[in-house]
């Protein structure tokens, strides 16, 4: 079946210009989770939803930084203003409710900011 | 709140040889316990998991034991190839916080 998927695989943007990352987390899973992946820094919690529940942003780490998800399915990333410390891997992962149970994630975005 | 500490690479090792990468964490609760590898270019994929106490996950000959009384879960292979060189994260879920908690990962390099 269908893994998480991303878009784009690739993006380099110039700094200040807005940026949107787009997750296809898999069909039924009902929670969804973004992180970034910075070079020596590992993997850090950006945002989370969980069904029809207001998402859980405390790991955003600005207010430039921002997601929403569409009808329970499709999540969108957006960052403005985007600034060269915001170059890294983005991370998107679905999963069901049960916390014994992984999280599958895409390939990701990475993301360049001249 | 909840972390999870693994020893930082590069590791390297020759293939054949024996490989353990250590994992501790601290949580609330009764975590479940996962490691994951991200081979050169691709994304995370789950290679074991072990959801109790004493519960030993297994997958393409990697093996970890969740120990709750040294809050450890660490990697071991017996004979490692040149096609485990990879980057290995170890991660907890369900102690304080609903996602994910990573360790910062090891790069490990299988020299042939």
């Known amino acids: 079946g269908a893994g998480v998927s991303q878009s784009p695989s690739n993006k380099v943007t110039e700094k200040g210009k807005d940026v949107e990352l787009r997750c296809d987390p898999i069909?039924?899973?009902?929670?969804l989770y973004w992180y970034r992946q910075s070079l020596g820094q590992g993997l850090e919690f950006l945002i989370y939803f969980q069904g029809n529940s207001a998402p859980d942003k405390s790991g955003l780490p600005s207010d430039r930084f921002s997601a929403e998800r569409t009808g329970g399915s499709v999540s969108t990333l957006t960052i403005q203003r985007t600034q060269q410390e915001d170059s890294a891997v983005y991370l998107c992962a679905s999963g069901v409710g049960p916390y014994n149970s992984p999280l599958h994630f895409g390939n990701g975005t990475r993301l360049t900011v001249t | 709140g909840d972390s999870v500490t693994q020893m930082e690479g590069p590791v390297t090792l020759s293939e054949e040889a024996f490989l353990t990468i250590n994992c501790t964490y601290t949580a609330t609760g009764y975590p479940s316990l996962f490691w994951y590898v991200q081979y050169p270019g691709e994304g995370l994929q789950l290679l074991l998991k072990a959801t109790k106490a004493d519960d030993k996950g297994s997958n393409k000959g990697f093996e970890a034991t969740y120990r709750k009384e040294t809050t450890s879960f660490h990697l071991e292979k017996g004979s490692v190839q040149v096609s485990d060189s990879a980057v290995y994260f170890c991660?907890?879920?369900?102690?304080?916080?609903?996602?994910?908690?990573f360790g910062k990962g090891t790069h490990l390099i299988i020299q042939p």
């Open positions: 991660a907890l879920r369900g102690g304080g916080a609903d996602g994910l908690t």
């Open positions: 069909s039924g899973h009902t929670a």
